[in-house]
């Protein structure tokens, strides 16, 4: 954690960072993830911003989560998901909050993907879905969220996977940052023009 909260990530399995890609890379098998302690600042219908570089590194047709924040167990997280059996691309929240039936990562090059919430009940008024820089959100649908979005006391983040694990994902991630606010459209542009890491392989 770079950001001096003391929120460090931890590697479980085979789960390891590409010194020359500068990206953490996954596997897509079970117990293979990285995970934080509790984020106690994430508490209730708290807005945020998860940006990051992903490239997904094989064609499972099976669900993978590429990140996922909230207390293993309850409904009050945010993942974003991919099912490429269905192309079908999530932003959770509540319960399968907003969505697509296009598959918004059609292949394995490298987008910068960040989501935006402002807090509420999720849908696409108050949470934003931008892939390499432009507003996706058009693309998306609202799903069945009927709660407001409540982070439990002590949710980790975990990049890889789901909670706990599951839903493992065969992904590289790069740059990944996670704000405690949501950042407008032009502070979104900007993270993707200062790009992925200059002397990293393209």
Not at 15 to 24: F, G, P, R, T
Not at 28 to 51: D, H, K
Not at 83 to 91: D, E, H, I, P, V
Request: glycine share 12%; hydrophobic share 35%.
């Amino acid at each position: 954690d770079t950001s001096g909260r003391g929120n460090d990530g931890v590697f479980v399995g085979t789960a390891s960072y590409d010194i020359i890609q500068k990206a953490l890379t996954f596997p897509g098998t079970a117990g293979n993830y990285l995970t934080t302690g509790g984020l106690n600042a994430f508490v209730g219908s708290q807005p945020y911003t998860v940006s990051g570089w992903f490239q997904r590194t094989s064609a499972s047709t099976s669900r993978q989560d590429w990140f996922y924040l909230g207390l293993p167990g309850t409904a009050y997280g945010v993942a974003f998901s991919i099912f490429t059996s269905g192309n079908a691309t999530y932003a959770y929240g509540y319960g399968n909050d907003i969505y697509t039936t296009v598959n918004q990562i059609p292949d394995q090059s490298w987008y910068h993907l960040a989501i935006t919430f402002v807090g509420g009940i999720p849908n696409t008024t108050n949470k934003k879905v931008y892939l390499n820089g432009g507003d996706i959100t058009s693309a998306f649908s609202d799903g069945t969220a009927s709660h407001i979005q409540n982070f439990q006391p002590n949710s980790p983040l975990v990049l890889g996977a789901a909670d706990s694990g599951n839903f493992p994902a065969t992904v590289n991630i790069s740059n990944f940052k996670l704000y405690d606010t949501a950042l407008e459209a032009s502070e979104v542009k900007t993270l993707y023009d200062m790009g992925r890491c200059s002397n990293a392989i393209p």
